[in-house]
């Protein structure tokens, strides 16, 4: 394996496809196609191939298939007299080939991708003239006894074998629907080929979750020397097969037949069955547009759709009086079909008439009842133009026959292309019918809709998926692996100390507990960094993973340098964490004798929040928030009399009551790491992450996150990353903007976040999740803008220390300052099911502890005790005090 990566720089995965490049001895090209899913995609994928070298270049490729690849030979292109370097490199991470770009291969990996849309049938056209078929068709026809031996006990050589069933297959090429040569081929596309398997990689290659690596090389890697080695062995015997029997490129197969023996269960997969429903009732005239508005609509409707009943009539929109209005004049008549009454066009009387057996009215004229040529087929045939698909049974119970005639003037149909038979309503069973017009409309609007969904989303979609995307309340991220899961998620992102234990990390962590960060702190896998103070004690923190933070720590954060900070800087400067008390020790023993603990303690406290140390526990960090003084202060503390120790009352006078210092600045205290000098290494690191992080990664993401130098300073990453297929650009959220960039799973998820959201529209119960404004999983103030504030709230929200947002299918619904003095509420209605639950999920929240005791003075602007979101609280639990309305934990 390091061979092969050092050989080519990647190693082919499931993920990850390799199509190396080099000239064998002859100075031929061979193009190898490392992958690893197995012969049986691999074959077909072949076929195609040298189907599509052979008519684009007119030459034989010579192409053979393996477990682990493909391997094709191709002559020199410049002897060739090819002008191949032309070709598209959409797709294709070309970034080793520099060195051999001017010794162009004629085919590169472009050459061997397909439209999953067209590679089924690729391989069908082809399968007639492959050695795989003649084989089968020759094993086909003497299990068919066509092939029979003149002396049965005897063996008939293999030579002869072939030269029958060479003879018998160029006879048998001219009948379509030869029954073994749709054997054989049934065979080939079913037995041995996974043609869905190859149309599914077509598939994920197009959407980039499998992603096209191209290289060359001076010399076949130590994987292309494998297959090279079968590449040989297969050209031993598969060349010497003889002419005759390749003779099968002009096969004329019956493709109804074939279909019939191939299935079409794929065709129950694709086709959506909303859109089905909403066909139904178009063919149908059930539509509000379709609605019956006079008596010549009457007249209309029973000529298109056949006989109806009464019932049926009204709720078409017709007046019980339209249909005996035209039976007065002679234009409908009244028959009884299949033991109930319906109304039908005159012009149907002779049809039902010798179709059925029906009874006619009196005074029908002549002309109306002269034979036609098929009167039942003319039935069916309008029956299958006005339904989607159907079975045979529920035909023959429309018209009251029995299901072996209905069936077999079903066949009638088929055998002149006017129906099809297959599997086709997604929720069917067994086989149906469908009228060919009909089918071919249900595809178009199946796929558009399959297009519909790569639509850009809108922008709830996005805010819904984002904390699904960052493991919000999944409970699928557990103890100290799932921490360092969501830390690799999280780091460089900057959120307030005070909610990153409290709302940040137990979000997405399930039992998260403080220990866990401290083992990962300790034993050195995480570490922290300050990012800005806040009033209150309070401040900006990030937290990385110890491999990455020299790429992805931002420069210090401005600091006016005193003497004291270089000195506590030069403490540390060694390189090793230190405790408090020797920083004090050495500060003290060399610059500054005189300097007091609270002195040193704010000193260090200045250059953490500045992003120039940090410490292997979280421990000072709580000790800051939960004191409430100033970083040195011990008033908090009661002084311990006796120092701990055998000897301790001996020293006791001499020296400080506690060896480590205040509590918050216990621990082991270092210097950040070096940043990484290299910008691109840096970029690149930090493109990955924000991707990691974000899924779709926009200009106000960005922005949110205060990179230095922006988006500009990923962009370039981005779309090298869009080049090389680690990441996709489009238009994914409506109202961002182009550049877009987003991880291919990301973009599966938002769509599917998206449909389930309008599904669930109404239809369930509404879902709320509580977030620190700041958290990285809040679109609102970052990727998307905060929505206009409530008339009368007074102020706007944003991304503020303390500050919290609630969500409901990712729709703002509440917005909390810090402590909970001011709510600001979107849900107008006070009743409305999305106000109630966010209520919910908020006294949740403080009841859990995680945000305090909450009292809540105004919402949007006025009083709480009198504003309309007052009930919507007071049922999650709020109670009103004289303050406000108020929720403890």
Not at 28 to 47: E, K, M, N
Not at 109 to 127: L, P, R
Not at 306 to 328: C, F, H, K, M
Request: with cysteine; hydrophobic share 45%; aromatic share 6%.
């Amino acid at each position: 394996m390091d061979e092969q990566r050092r050989a080519c720089g990647h190693v082919p995965d499931d993920r990850t496809i390799l199509v190396e490049r080099f000239r064998d001895e002859l100075g031929d090209w061979r193009v190898v196609i490392h992958s690893p899913f197995g012969a049986q995609v691999h074959a077909p994928w072949a076929l195609a191939l040298g189907a599509r070298l052979a008519e684009r270049y007119g030459m034989d490729a010579q192409v053979m298939h393996a477990d682990d690849g493909i391997v094709l030979r191709l002559p020199d292109a410049d002897l060739m007299g090819l002008d191949l370097l032309d070709q598209d490199p959409v797709h294709l991470d070309t970034s080793r080939d520099g060195a051999y770009d001017n010794e162009q291969a004629p085919v590169g990996a472009a050459d061997a991708v397909f439209d999953k849309g067209e590679i089924s049938q690729i391989v069908t056209d082809q399968v007639g003239g492959s050695a795989l078929f003649a084989s089968r068709f020759r094993e086909c026809a003497a299990r068919a006894l066509l092939l029979p031996r003149r002396s049965p006990g005897k063996r008939t050589p293999l030579w002869q074998q072939r030269q029958r069933a060479a003879q018998l297959l160029q006879v048998a090429s001219e009948f379509g629907s030869f029954p073994i040569v749709l054997e054989a081929v049934r065979e080939c596309l079913q037995d041995v080929f996974d043609v869905p398997g190859l149309t599914e990689l077509m598939g994920d290659i197009e959407s980039r979750r499998v992603r096209l690596v191209e290289v060359t090389t001076p010399e076949p890697s130590p994987f292309a020397r494998s297959l090279l080695f079968g590449y040989v062995a297969q050209f031993l015997y598969e060349g010497d097969s003889p002419l005759a029997e390749r003779r099968a490129a002009a096969l004329s197969l019956d493709s109804r037949l074939l279909s019939e023996l191939l299935g079409q269960a794929e065709l129950r997969e694709l086709l959506d069955a909303d859109v089905l429903t909403e066909l139904e009732r178009e063919l149908q005239w059930l539509t509000e547009e379709r609605r019956i508005k006079d008596v010549e609509g009457v007249a209309d409707l029973l000529r298109v759709l056949g006989p109806l009943t009464e019932a049926e009539l009204v709720e078409r929109g017709s007046d019980p009086a339209w249909p005996q209005e035209l039976a007065a004049s002679r234009r409908a008549i009244r028959v009884r079909i299949a033991g109930a009454d319906h109304w039908a066009a005159v012009e149907d009387a002779g049809r039902l008439r010798d179709a059925l057996g029906t009874a006619l009215p009196v005074g029908v004229p002549e002309a109306f009842t002269e034979p036609v040529k098929d009167p039942f087929g003319d039935l069916l045939a309008r029956f299958a133009r006005t339904h989607g698909p159907f079975t045979s049974a529920q035909a023959a119970a429309r018209f009251g026959l029995g299901a072996a005639v209905t069936d077999g003037g079903l066949q009638r149909l088929a055998a002149s292309g006017r129906v099809v038979q297959g599997e086709f309503h997604p929720a069917g069973i067994g086989q149906e019918w469908c009228d060919a017009g009909v089918l071919r409309r249900l595809r178009r609007r199946s796929l558009a809709a399959l297009r519909h969904e790569l639509e850009p989303v809108p922008p709830a979609a996005l805010a819904s998926f984002l904390p699904q995307w960052q493991h919000l309340g999944s409970s699928s991220l557990r103890g100290i692996d799932g921490l360092a899961r969501a830390i690799e998620q999280l780091q460089g992102a900057s959120v307030p100390a005070s909610a990153l234990e409290k709302l940040v990390l137990p979000s997405r962590v399930s039992h998260y507990n403080s220990t866990l960060l401290d083992e990962l702190t300790t034993s050195g896998e995480v570490l922290w960094a300050g990012a800005g103070a806040l009033p209150g004690k309070d401040g900006w923190v990030s937290l990385y993973l110890a491999d990455a933070a020299p790429l992805l720590l931002p420069p210090p954060h401005p600091l006016e340098l005193t003497a004291l900070h270089e000195s506590v800087l030069t403490a540390l400067s060694g390189g090793y964490g230190l405790f408090f008390r020797q920083i004090a020790d050495q500060v003290r023993a060399t610059t500054h004798p005189d300097a007091t603990d609270p002195q040193l303690a704010d000193a260090v406290w200045d250059l953490a929040w500045s992003g120039r140390l940090t410490n292997d526990t979280l421990a000072p960090l709580r000790a800051m928030l939960g004191s409430g003084r100033t970083a040195g202060s011990t008033a908090h503390r009661a002084r311990r009399t006796v120092p701990r120790g055998r000897y301790g009352s001996l020293s006791a006078a001499a020296r400080p009551a506690s060896r480590t210092g205040p509590p918050t600045v216990s621990g082991r205290w270092s210097l950040l790491p070096a940043s990484e000098q290299d910008p691109t290494h840096r970029a690149h690191a930090l493109a990955r992450t924000l991707l990691d992080r974000h899924g779709v990664v926009t200009r106000g993401a960005v922005a949110a996150e205060g990179v230095e130098g922006g988006f500009s300073a990923v962009y370039r990453v981005l779309s090298a990353f869009e080049d090389s297929g680690q990441a996709r650009r489009g238009y994914v959220v409506e109202g961002l903007g182009a550049a877009q960039f987003a991880m291919d799973g990301a973009v599966d998820r938002l769509r599917a976040a998206s449909t389930a959201r309008d599904r669930a529209e109404g239809q369930s119960a509404p879902r709320a999740v509580v977030l620190a404004a700041a958290d990285p999983a809040n679109a609102y103030g970052a990727a998307l803008p905060w929505p206009e504030p409530p008339e009368g709230a007074g102020h706007k929200p944003g991304r503020k220390a303390g500050s919290l947002v609630v969500l409901v299918d990712g729709e703002l619904t509440l917005y909390m300052e810090r402590g909970g003095k001011t709510l600001l509420a979107w849900a107008t209605d006070p009743d409305a099911p999305a106000l109630h639950a966010a209520a919910g999920t908020l006294a949740a929240a403080a009841r859990e502890g995680a945000l305090g005791t909450v009292t809540v003075e105004r919402a949007n602007g006025a009083p709480a005790l009198t504003a309309p979101l007052a009930r919507a609280l007071e049922s999650a639990g709020f109670h009103a005090t004289p303050r406000g309305l108020r929720l403890r934990p």
